[in-house]
């Protein structure tokens, strides 16, 4: 079991938006920056969104991030066939002195 | 540009030790606030963080796998090492090297390790 908990799977039309969420606890998310990568069939992760809500040049807008508490969300807006693949969310664990990460959600833009 | 290629078995035994290589370009592990850390998959799972070493030859390791690995660097190379030790099948899955900056910034393709006999 992950430490981060996300939904195992999110749906939505093409053009709409999704939001995908990411809850720990004070030792991790509550204190620490979220980052969230997107990981497309068959090839690496890539680095969507770091320290919360920034994102490394070449991320569209259409991708943002915010944090609340000690949960995390994943915003993706005008979605395109383009963006299905699997999303993770990671952070630090002040507890456990290491780099987590959650189960992972799969998008279908249906 | 930066990248990073992981290299190494892509079949190792029950009990051998694992000893995979990322060669890395388009960064210097000897710049401030820069690290290398290897992240696994199984097949069908989630991302695991297995090891981190910074440029100021601080390491971090998963608390769950800390007494079978090493992460070691090579600075003047541009070369990260990581041997893991007591291989098992659970072990198997897709084994990533990635740079270490704002989060895991930049990652290599991937290579697929097979533990089996």
């Known amino acids: 079991q992950s430490v981060l908990t996300q939904p195992p799977s999110v749906s939505a039309a093409p053009g709409q938006k999704v939001t995908i969420s990411c809850s720990g606890s004070?030792?991790?998310?509550?204190?620490?920056?979220v980052s969230w990568y997107q990981q497309l069939p068959g090839t690496a992760p890539k680095l969507l969104i770091y320290d919360n809500n920034k994102r490394p040049s070449g991320i569209p807008d259409r991708f943002s991030g915010s944090k609340s508490g000690t949960s995390a969300t994943l915003g993706i807006t005008g979605l395109q066939t383009g963006d299905e693949a699997d999303y993770y969310c990671g952070t630090w664990d002040s507890s456990l002195s290491a780099r987590v990460f959650g189960g992972g959600t799969n998008l279908t833009v249906l | 540009q930066i990248t990073l290629k992981e290299s190494g078995p892509t079949l190792v035994k029950p009990t051998q030790t694992l000893r995979l290589t990322c060669t890395f370009s388009?960064?210097?592990?000897?710049?401030?606030?820069?690290?290398v850390g290897w992240i696994r998959q199984p097949p069908g799972k989630a991302l695991e963080c297995l090891a981190l070493i910074y440029w100021d030859d601080d390491t971090r390791y998963s608390p769950y796998l800390r007494s079978r690995l090493t992460i070691t660097k090579d600075t003047s190379k541009n070369k990260v090492v990581l041997t893991m030790a007591n291989m098992d099948p659970v072990d198997t899955g897709t084994y990533y090297c990635?740079?270490?900056?704002?989060?895991?910034?930049?990652w290599g393709q991937g290579t697929m390790v097979t533990v089996s006999s």
């Open positions: 388009g960064f210097s592990l000897s710049t401030s606030g820069v690290g």
């Open positions: 004070s030792s991790n998310i509550g204190n620490n920056y």
């Open positions: 990635v740079q270490v900056f704002n989060a895991f910034d930049v």
